[in-house]
């Protein structure tokens, strides 16, 4: 992977005066998606599954290769992949269409104390709703890490719903310890459900290899379009799911008083699908396919994180909120703190330079607060960041951090 031509594939990073540093958040779109976006909507634009004629039949053609495309990606069966607006999508309609119908009062639902709140909010709906609770597994206040995850798992646990990689912190778990937890959850008759989003641009995930039953991450973190999302379901378990929307498209047969289904994806994707949305997203895997290699994208994010760290550890009254030593070796963002200065300011004057940060609670309040903060600057790297950016990021942060220092000497 040559990453200098790879940056000039995204034209609004290429093009600005800007070191975008907020990937974890959202990521930039190559000019290939853009251009497959063009020419649906200029050459190929029509609705779904419907129209008898040209346009609505190139238009189902498409819908359904990017179906084939993302399965492919992920090593799924198309009828194994569900379109969805996101990641937050996703798990609700897993919630809605599966935890509300299945789980029932003391039922167990294993989460992580570092669940984003899109894995963490509807499993509290469902615990309300039905009676069940829910079980945290804890993290290692030191390491940062998960303590002995798999030993949460009771014959009382129904649903194990994690992440495989922390918003906030960066990698979570030790070796091998996410397929024992897995492995242990079916052994006891429970379901899985893997939060892929932070995992899914940085490196191949394989759903085969992970063995969950539900897979869910967002197509806008992948180079992809907004409103653009994937759920993978095994068949088993959309077998066990109820209709998350009802309407077109997902109807078998229809009565006045009464509605059969489709089979397959077409049972959660009720109306006028994704159509652009998912094909973008397509564009977006092609994209990668034939231009990046994810061994040389770790190489070149983790390089990235060291000289981040490093960056960070020479600087006064600087605290990096996560495992230097793993985030080092397998990182994509770094979150931090800087003593008596608060997160939104750092950002706000760092954008001021020209540099785009994230800071407040990074949607996991619970976890943010419970390692002692209130706030967190994360910086989260992608593939068309350089070398350089970082250095222009640490030069403008200790220009920051000194400006605050005299500032609070003439106070």
């Given at each position: 992977?040559?990453?200098?031509?790879v940056?000039?594939?995204?034209?609004?990073?290429?093009?600005?005066?800007?070191?975008?540093?907020?990937?974890?958040?959202?990521?930039?779109?190559?000019q290939?998606?853009?251009?497959?976006?063009?020419?649906?909507?200029?050459?190929?634009?029509?609705?779904?599954?419907?129209?008898?004629?040209?346009?609505?039949?190139?238009?189902?053609s498409?819908y359904?290769?990017?179906?084939?495309?993302?399965a492919?990606?992920?090593n799924?069966?198309?009828?194994?992949?569900?379109?969805?607006?996101?990641?937050?999508?996703?798990?609700?309609?897993?919630?809605?269409a599966?935890?509300?119908?299945?789980?029932?009062?003391?039922?167990?639902?294993?989460?992580?104390?570092?669940?984003?709140?899109?894995?963490?909010?509807?499993?509290?709906?469902?615990?309300?709703?039905?009676?069940?609770?829910?079980?945290?597994?804890?993290?290692?206040?030191?390491?940062?890490?998960?303590e002995?995850?798999?030993?949460?798992?009771?014959?009382?646990?129904?649903?194990?719903?994690?992440?495989?990689?922390?918003?906030?912190?960066?990698?979570?778990?030790q070796?091998?310890?996410?397929?024992?937890?897995?492995?242990?959850?079916?052994?006891?008759?429970?379901?899985?459900?893997?939060?892929?989003?932070?995992e899914?641009?940085h490196?191949?995930v394989?759903?085969?290899?992970?063995?969950?039953?539900?897979?869910?991450?967002?197509?806008?973190?992948?180079?992809?379009?907004?409103?653009?999302?994937?759920?993978?379901a095994?068949t088993a378990a959309?077998?066990?799911?109820?209709?998350?929307?009802?309407?077109?498209?997902?109807?078998?047969?229809?009565?006045?008083?009464?509605?059969?289904w489709q089979?397959?994806?077409?049972?959660?994707?009720?109306?006028t699908?994704?159509?652009?949305?998912?094909?973008?997203?397509?564009?977006?895997?092609?994209?990668?396919?034939?231009?990046?290699?994810?061994?040389?994208v770790h190489?070149h994010?983790t390089?990235?994180?060291r000289?981040?760290?490093e960056?960070?550890?020479?600087?006064?009254?600087?605290?990096?909120?996560?495992?230097?030593?793993?985030?080092?070796?397998?990182?994509?963002?770094?979150?931090?703190?800087?003593?008596?200065?608060?997160?939104?300011?750092?950002?706000?004057?760092l954008?001021?330079?020209?540099?785009?940060?994230?800071?407040?609670?990074?949607?996991?309040?619970p976890?943010?607060?419970?390692l002692?903060?209130?706030?967190?600057?994360?910086?989260?790297?992608?593939?068309?960041n350089?070398?350089?950016?970082?250095?222009?990021?640490?030069?403008?942060?200790?220009?920051?951090?000194?400006?605050?220092?005299?500032?609070?000497?003439?106070?």
């Amino acid at each position: 992977m040559n990453q200098l031509t790879v940056r000039k594939d995204f034209p609004l990073i290429n093009r600005l005066p800007l070191v975008y540093l907020d990937n974890a958040a959202t990521a930039h779109k190559p000019q290939a998606m853009l251009d497959e976006l063009q020419r649906f909507y200029a050459d190929n634009y029509g609705t779904v599954h419907r129209g008898l004629y040209t346009l609505g039949e190139n238009a189902t053609s498409s819908y359904e290769q990017a179906r084939a495309t993302i399965a492919k990606f992920i090593n799924a069966s198309a009828e194994e992949i569900i379109f969805t607006k996101g990641t937050t999508e996703g798990i609700n309609l897993v919630a809605a269409a599966w935890g509300v119908v299945h789980l029932k009062a003391d039922d167990e639902i294993v989460l992580t104390q570092a669940e984003h709140h899109a894995n963490l909010l509807p499993w509290q709906w469902v615990a309300q709703r039905t009676g069940a609770k829910l079980v945290l597994i804890p993290l290692d206040q030191k390491t940062f890490l998960l303590e002995n995850p798999s030993s949460f798992i009771s014959s009382r646990t129904k649903l194990v719903a994690v992440t495989m990689n922390s918003n906030v912190l960066g990698p979570i778990w030790q070796a091998g310890d996410l397929a024992l937890l897995t492995r242990r959850a079916h052994e006891v008759g429970a379901r899985v459900l893997l939060d892929a989003a932070q995992e899914v641009a940085h490196q191949p995930v394989d759903v085969q290899a992970l063995g969950a039953d539900f897979v869910v991450f967002s197509g806008h973190k992948l180079f992809g379009p907004t409103g653009s999302g994937i759920l993978y379901a095994t068949t088993a378990a959309q077998k066990m799911m109820e209709p998350y929307h009802r309407g077109g498209s997902m109807v078998y047969e229809a009565w006045f008083d009464r509605a059969t289904w489709q089979e397959g994806p077409q049972k959660f994707e009720a109306g006028t699908p994704l159509i652009a949305e998912a094909i973008g997203l397509a564009a977006s895997i092609n994209y990668l396919n034939q231009a990046i290699n994810w061994r040389a994208v770790h190489e070149h994010e983790t390089a990235l994180c060291r000289k981040l760290i490093e960056g960070l550890g020479r600087m006064p009254r600087v605290t990096i909120v996560g495992n230097p030593v793993i985030l080092k070796a397998h990182g994509h963002l770094v979150s931090f703190v800087v003593q008596g200065i608060h997160a939104h300011d750092i950002a706000s004057i760092l954008s001021s330079k020209g540099i785009a940060v994230r800071a407040g609670h990074l949607c996991a309040q619970p976890l943010v607060r419970a390692l002692g903060h209130e706030s967190l600057v994360r910086v989260s790297v992608a593939l068309y960041n350089t070398l350089e950016e970082i250095d222009t990021f640490l030069h403008e942060l200790e220009c920051t951090i000194v400006l605050f220092n005299q500032l609070v000497e003439q106070s």
